[in-house]
């Protein structure tokens, strides 16, 4: 069965660090991936996504993620991280058998604190 | 451009008392639509999705209900609310045959 594991329940860093919020996924075949953020209270906004091709990915907001089957892993990074990137974080992988159906299983989130 | 749209943002109801919450989404045509349920450390639960009007597949089994009476429209039901049922539900939807899911603003349920 898909699966998503975010190890890091909670992440804390320094404005202007770098960030690599961690995602590994169980998936039998060449998996959809997606990263999601959501501010307090409100809906989630995609960050990007992966498909094919190109592993390493750019996203909005200065976000990159690079895919790494032999680890199956999902990773999102930023160089410098900003006090409005503070938000929680979810990292889904999609069935992607093109079908009309594209549901997608989640992580249980980051929760991203910046310190100023 | 393609919106969705939430009602209501929040909602507060006694146990054992109805619920009705409504998604729309503008801008486009025969999309995929999805409910979910958020609750504190669990991520997002899929609980209903819908690839066309009156063809709703549940997730899970519960004390909720959906039901797509438009093509754009897709409303989450109850007929008695349970303790449980508090959280935050999210609509999302896709194009047919898409993978993207772009989700709504949200609807935070409390029930007392």
């Known amino acids: 069965a898909q699966s998503v594991t975010q190890p890091d329940i909670h992440i804390t860093v320094s404005e202007g660090a770098s960030l690599e919020l961690r995602c590994n996924y169980s998936?039998?075949?060449?998996?959809?991936l997606f990263w999601y953020v959501q501010s307090p209270g409100q809906g989630l906004q995609l960050l990007l996504k992966?498909?094919?091709?190109?592993?390493l990915v750019q996203g909005i907001k200065g976000f990159e993620a690079e895919f790494k089957r032999s680890q199956s892993s999902f990773n999102l990074r930023k160089p410098s991280v900003h006090w409005s990137d503070a938000a929680e974080y979810f990292c889904?992988?999609?069935?992607?058998?093109?079908?009309?159906?594209?549901?997608?299983?989640f992580g249980k989130g980051t929760k991203l604190s910046v310190k100023p | 451009s393609q919106t969705i749209h939430q009602w209501p943002a929040t909602l507060v109801q006694p146990v054992g008392s109805p619920l009705s919450l409504e998604c729309t989404v503008e801008?486009?045509?025969?999309?995929?639509l999805y409910w979910y349920r958020q609750a504190a450390g669990r991520g997002l639960q899929l609980l209903f999705y819908?690839?066309?009007?009156?063809?709703i597949s549940s997730e899970v089994p519960q004390n909720l209900s959906a039901s797509r009476p438009q093509d754009r429209q897709f409303i989450l039901s109850s007929k008695k609310l349970l303790l449980s049922d508090s959280g935050f539900y999210l609509c999302?939807?896709?194009?047919?045959?898409?993978?993207?899911?772009?989700f709504g603003p949200g609807t935070r349920l409390l029930v007392l």
């Open positions: 999302a939807w896709s194009r047919q045959g898409g993978e993207t899911q772009y």
């Open positions: 998936y039998g075949a060449t998996p959809y």
């Open positions: 992966y498909f094919s091709g190109d592993t």
């Open positions: 889904a992988v999609g069935a992607g058998y093109g079908g009309s159906q594209g549901n997608l299983i």
């Open positions: 801008g486009t045509s025969n999309p995929n």
């Open positions: 819908s690839v066309g009007i009156g063809q």
